[in-house]
């Protein structure tokens, strides 16, 4: 069904060669809302965990911003004081 050259037409005619196998009509149809239910909950899935690692991604970025403001921070002070230790 996902392939390039997927024709629809003969997707159907396969499936019901004669009007005797249109009798499975209803199971046929029944099978194809399931498996939409099941992509839909897949997507559905994917979206949200999409999204719970980009709040993740902005927070780790946030925390590595802080980190690197303090270590900033910290090489200040060290450069002060070596400069007041060579007066």
């Not at 159907?12 to 099941?38: T, V, W």
């Amino acid at each position: 069904l996902d392939a390039e050259n997927f024709n629809a037409i003969d997707y159907i005619n396969r499936q019901f060669p004669n009007e005797a196998s249109l009798g499975g009509l209803g199971l046929f149809i029944n099978q194809l809302k399931a498996q939409e239910h099941d992509i839909e909950e897949g997507i559905k899935n994917a979206v949200r965990r999409q999204a719970a690692f980009g709040r993740r991604a902005k927070a780790d970025l946030g925390d590595a911003k802080l980190a690197i403001r303090e270590l900033f921070e910290r090489i200040k002070a060290i450069k002060s004081k070596a400069e007041q230790s060579e007066e």
